[in-house]
Nanobody, 117 residues
Framework: QVQLEESGGGLVQAGGSLRLACAASRSTFTINIMAWYRQTPGKQRELVAS???????NYADSVKGRFTISRDGAGRRVYLQMNSLKPEDTAVYYC???????????WGQGTQVTVSS
């Protein structure tokens, strides 16, 4: 099992930057996939970026070139650096961990990101 806690959300103007952080209760080097998802009211939660245990990254087309997922050297925090933010990036952002042979999902409580035009 793993507990996740996000931080770093807030209000920013279009074109600005934010960095989200996800603190994990165990080393993310032992977690198959760490990811960031986002959700807006009335829509399904969508994958924004993922980071595999081997270090492979994957991004949604809508954020490629603007967002970067990474982790710290100790593997206890995963970050989402968001640059050139757009109003359509406004959402609740969730940290996700997929763990074990069955890729059991664990979620943080979410952090609100609001981008004003």
């Amino acid at each position: 099992q793993v507990q996740l806690e996000e931080s770093g959300g807030g209000l920013v103007q279009a074109g600005g930057s934010l960095r989200l952080a996800c603190a994990a209760s165990r080393s993310t080097f032992t977690i198959n996939i760490m990811a960031w998802y986002r959700q807006t009211p009335g829509k399904q939660r969508e994958l924004v970026a993922s980071l595999s245990i081997a270090g492979t990254t994957n991004y949604a087309d809508s954020v490629k070139g603007r967002f970067t997922i990474s982790r710290d050297g100790a593997g206890r925090r995963v970050y989402l650096q968001m640059n050139s933010l757009k109003p359509e990036d406004t959402a609740v952002y969730y940290c996700n961990a997929a763990l074990g042979a069955r890729l059991t999902n664990y979620w943080g409580q979410g952090t609100q990101v609001t981008v004003s035009s």
